[in-house]
């Protein structure tokens, strides 16, 4: 499927990584399972613990995966605002 008029095409079904414990290579396993299946769309955020660091430290360890996926984030306003606040 395609995000919106331009947007790049998804997997109808994507992962949220809100909550994975574990360690590391269980989630890097969870992540190459999850491609494997077809899913192209990752979500993770902030907001979801260290979801992004561990996207980051996955995609860095296996490049070749990154351009099979597309990835997106989410916040929360309250971080924001207490970001631009307080920083």
Known sequence: RQLGKSGPHVSALGLGAIVLPGEEERRFKLYDRAIELGCTFFDSGDIYGDSEDSLGKYFQTYPFQREKVSTSTS????????????S
């Open 75 to 86: 916040f929360d306003r309250l971080t924001v605002l207490c970001n631009i606040v307080f």
